[in-house]
């Protein structure tokens, strides 16, 4: 079993910053892919920004120049600094990673999701 953890969420005024950090854990041979998705009541799960395992980074044109996703490979942990919030990225966030097993078996996982709320 693969389990990620997601911290970091909470209300920040517009113009403030953020950092979400998600752990993945359990029987994990090798991430290939690790990256955030949001989501909002209704509507279908987007990107937010993906790193590869080659170090490639994609991001949602609307966070481009706002967001950095980063990783840390010895921790099994990928990172979203959020700067410059705004009200329209209020959502929740959810964790997503491609991970492979002891087992053989290669798996994509999802976290809990965090709630991010910019709101003055």
């Known amino acids: 079993q693969v389990q990620l953890v997601e911290s970091g969420g909470g209300l920040v005024q517009p113009g403030g910053s953020l950092r979400l950090s998600c752990a993945a854990s359990?029987?994990?041979?090798?991430?290939?892919?690790m990256g955030w998705y949001r989501q909002a009541i209704g509507q279908r799960r987007e990107l937010v920004a993906r790193?590869?395992?080659?170090?490639?980074?994609n991001y949602a044109d609307s966070v481009k120049g706002r967001f950095t996703i980063s990783r840390d490979g010895a921790k099994n942990t990928v990172y979203l600094q959020m700067n410059s919030l705004k009200p329209e990225d209020t959502n929740v966030y959810y964790c997503?990673?491609?991970?492979?097993?002891?087992?053989?078996?290669?798996?994509?996982?999802w976290g809990q999701g965090t709630q991010v709320t910019v709101s003055s």
């Open positions: 997503n990673a491609i991970v492979s097993g002891y087992n053989g078996f290669r798996g994509s996982y």
């Open positions: 790193i590869l395992s080659g170090g490639n980074k």
């Open positions: 359990g029987s994990i041979l090798s991430i290939s892919d």
